[in-house]
């Protein structure tokens, strides 16, 4: 916590949220975000352009999250070591680097090792993001903070996907990953006009201690089953949209993240208050039916209607358990607390993209939608059997204080 927030809170006053660093980091995070998002809902397109199959575009969902999840967890050790600036230039040259390889040398090979590279440049970008936000929101108003932080993926939610897909059905692949460079050579600049709050920690050895957060791990393994869902949505709703003469994917997404943002701009002090097991129950709920409105209902408004509930599940699941994850950590285990947490999402996301490319193939979208929606089920599960009952709990905190 930094000593602004220490002081006003010894003080009695009521921390700030909105400060210059916080709305820097958070549009730090905006390009982050719109960097990865815009090349994820155009890539599996990008693979079908160069000869490849929706399985091979799972394939590479699902090692891409591979790669981060390896990364992830020794970039939370570094970031743990007091390592703040240098890890983020990393990855932002890095998400730079892989869409520009994408144009110079258009072949599957090398988009697919590219792909890759850009998930090593993810990894290091968003922990330490997640961890300098972490760094400056005081604790007593942590998850509102961190709500707040949120929208930044709200916002690339909303604007990526539309306008990836624009750059590429107007323009081509080549503007489109142009782009992406340009906007993570902005996030470099805005990085540049962060004062963070200087973190002064004893040095870590790297051991498997160090590098998970066991604190974290109840909000992490509930969020990875929900992730599952997410991650087959992702990667697959704008094809499945165009193959069945359903409104663009742009739309979907457009709506989709509408919906998120509200939920984040009121969604951090129902945390604070009340504890997150209203939004693992009802954001579950919510992407339980969306699934099956894409299954069974094809049509213009049970698509919307499946992306307005993807948003509310998502927009409030995924911040309330980022909060549990981190919000009793220290200066010293902040980084491998979000680092931990950000495994359990790639992790999910990757094995859902990976096993819905491999489903589309053999049985087809709506056996898909159908079996990828049971991911749901397990997350509650986790929650209701492990996670409402850690330390880290909101909800058990909360209760304790009555």
Known sequence: MSEQNNASVQAGAQPKLWTRDRVLIILVNLCVFTNHIMSLSTFPFYIQSLGGTEAVAGICAAVFSFIAVVIRHFVGWWLDNGVRKAALVLGLVLMGLAPLGCVMVPTLSVAIAFRMLHGVGLSFSNSTTATVASDVICRLRFAEGMGYFGMATALASAIAPALGLSLMEGLG???LYGVAVAIAGLGLVLFAFIRAPKVDVSKKRLDLRTIINRDSLPATVTMLAFMFAFGALENFVAIFAAENSLPSGSIYFL???AMLLLVRITLGKLVDERGEAAFVYTCNAAMLVA???LAFVPSTAAYILSAAL???AFGGLEPSLQSMAVHTSTDETCGSANSTFLCGYDIGYG???GI???L?????YPAMWAVVS???VASVLVYVLWARHSDTSFTKMLASRK
């Open 374 to 376: 049971l991911a749901c």
């Open 173 to 175: 692949y080549n503007v």
């Open 351 to 353: 094995l859902g993209g």
């Open 255 to 257: 709506v989709m993240s």
């Open 356 to 358: 819905a490319g491999s």
């Open 291 to 293: 699934f099956p409105l």
């Open 310 to 312: 993807a948003g509310y």
């Open 360 to 364: 589309i193939t053999g049985m087809g």
